[in-house]
Nanobody
Framework: QLQLVESGGGLVQPGGSLRLSCAAS????????IGWFRQAPGKERMGVFCVSSGGNTNPADSVNGRFTGSRDSAKNTVYLQMDRLKPEDTAVYYC????????????????WGQGTQVTVSS
């Protein structure tokens, strides 16, 4: 059973950066498409950055050019590098995994981490 654990959230000023990590156990992440999602209070969970097992990426328009996803197969970990953060990026961020093609539809994902809070504020 694949298990995911996120880390790296926190409080950052506007314009700052954070790197979120999503460490996997129980299976090899290389076999899965990975999605990064966020959910702000009172809003639906939305896809932020999704990566296929083959490395094709699909960033949301709101983060394109600011957020980058990557994988470290040796560590069985994926990362979300977030630069030039804005207050509207404030949310709980989740990583998720699914076999097959990448999609930013959260309903298509089977495995979820517990989430990590990102707060962008001065």
């Amino acid at each position: 059973q694949l298990q995911l654990v996120e880390s790296g959230g926190g409080l950052v000023q506007p314009g700052g950066s954070l790197r979120l990590s999503c460490a996997a156990s129980g299976s090899t992440l290389a076999h899965y498409a990975i999605g990064w999602f966020r959910q702000a209070p009172g809003k639906e969970r939305m896809g932020v950055f999704c990566v296929s097992s083959g490395g094709n990426t699909n960033p949301a328009d709101s983060v394109n050019g600011r957020f980058t996803g990557s994988r470290d197969s040796a560590k069985n970990t994926v990362y979300l590098q977030m630069d030039r953060l804005k207050p509207e990026d404030t949310a709980v961020y989740y990583c998720a995994a699914r076999p097959g093609l990448a999609t930013c539809d959260p309903h298509q994902y089977n495995y979820w981490g517990q989430g990590t809070q990102v707060t962008v504020s001065s």
